[in-house]
């Protein structure tokens, strides 16, 4: 599974003004995140992607997990290169 900001798992975003449309965008794009924005002026604002690559959330370690296995996450990647680091 693709990391979520990644090309493979962008962003998705919906805003209601152009205006925040470009403030969301350079904001991602200062942090190398993909995001793909959607005005939808009569649709309630969905930044919630955007909220959890801000705030992600850390699996709940119940055991002790090698540095050189896969994150428990799910992210594909080592866990010294993911969430243990």
């Given at each position: 599974?693709s990391?979520?900001?990644?090309?493979?798992?962008?962003?998705?975003?919906?805003?209601?003004?152009?205006?925040?449309?470009?403030?969301?965008l350079?904001?991602?794009?200062?942090?190398?995140?993909?995001?793909?924005?959607?005005?939808?002026?009569?649709?309630?604002?969905?930044?919630?992607?955007?909220?959890?690559?801000?705030?992600?959330?850390?699996?709940?370690?119940?055991?002790?997990v090698?540095?050189?296995?896969?994150?428990?996450?799910?992210?594909?990647?080592?866990?010294?290169?993911?969430c243990?680091?």
């Open positions: 599974m990391k979520l900001g990644s090309k493979e798992r962008p962003a998705i975003v919906k805003v209601k003004t152009e205006e925040r449309a470009v403030e969301i350079s904001f991602c794009n200062s942090r190398g995140w993909q995001v793909i924005v959607g005005i939808e002026p009569l649709e309630e604002e969905d930044i919630t992607d955007v909220d959890r690559l801000i705030n992600p959330t850390r699996p709940i370690i119940s055991e002790k090698d540095r050189n296995a896969p994150c428990p996450c799910g992210s594909g990647k080592k866990a010294k290169k993911c243990y680091n």
